[in-house]
């Protein structure tokens, strides 16, 4: 039985996965690296120094710093990107989620965050959702990032709900590929060939119904 939703933010609630990119990109720039179109996906759902990592990789830079001025690299980035959030509003939630979550919480669904994003709080603040995400997973706990489940499990845990009881919904092929590692069922938003992993693809936010991912949700469960 369906009792939880759980969530990516970046791409998935809000585009801040654009400011994101647009951070890890000026940052590439300064040290040299100029990314490929692919890196975008590649960077998609990844935690702070593990994107840092998939930079360093495309620049043939790994090893070249040391962990101190790594450090120095995530937190440059993470500064530009802070301020580039600030103007974010309730304007900036992407199409069709205010309504999703709006029937999620009438239908009495726990709804919880599972966002690599250390800035997840803030940005929800400026969306004005808070009031729907009691729970959010703190990425600073996390051992493990996408692709690994870790992070998905924890949000399950903070529902207080099992595996097959909960949907999740992700926008990259890191994030599908962690929630299937948690056993639960997967939403993908966006391309359905990066998102072949998932249980069910909508192409953009817009086209998302939660009724729709239910029913697509109750028959794998009932087949399973």
Do not use: C
């Not at 039985?1 to 969530?7: C, D, E, Q, V, Y």
């Not at 590649?42 to 101190?68: P, T, W």
């Not at 489940?149 to 903070?158: D, S, V, Y």
């Amino acid at each position: 039985m369906l009792k939880g939703l759980i969530f990516d933010l970046d791409g998935v609630i809000t585009d801040s996965a654009s400011y994101h990119l647009a951070a890890w990109n000026q940052l590439a720039q300064e040290i040299g690296i100029t990314l490929p179109p692919e890196a975008n996906d590649a960077l998609r759902g990844r935690s702070r120094m593990d994107s840092l990592n998939v930079i360093l990789q495309y620049g043939d830079q790994v090893g070249k710093y040391s962990q101190a001025e790594l450090d120095e690299l995530a937190e440059r980035k993470n500064k530009a990107y802070r301020q580039s959030i600030k103007a974010m509003t309730r304007a900036d939630v992407l199409p069709g989620m205010l309504d999703l979550l709006q029937e999620a919480q009438q239908q009495g669904l726990r709804l919880a965050i599972a966002s690599a994003s250390k800035n997840a709080p803030t940005i929800l603040h400026n969306l004005q959702l808070e009031d729907y995400f009691p729970d959010i997973v703190d990425p600073e706990t996390l051992k493990h990032g996408k692709p690994d489940p870790e992070i998905f499990i924890a949000a399950q845990n903070l529902l207080g709900l099992n595996a097959d009881e909960v949907i999740s919904f992700e926008d990259a092929s890191t994030g599908v590929a962690a929630i299937k590692a948690a056993h639960q069922f997967a939403v993908g938003i966006g391309d359905a060939q990066v998102l072949h992993q998932a249980d069910y693809i909508v192409p953009d936010t817009a086209a998302l119904h939660l009724d729709d991912a239910e029913a697509a949700y109750h028959h794998q469960l009932q087949g399973s």
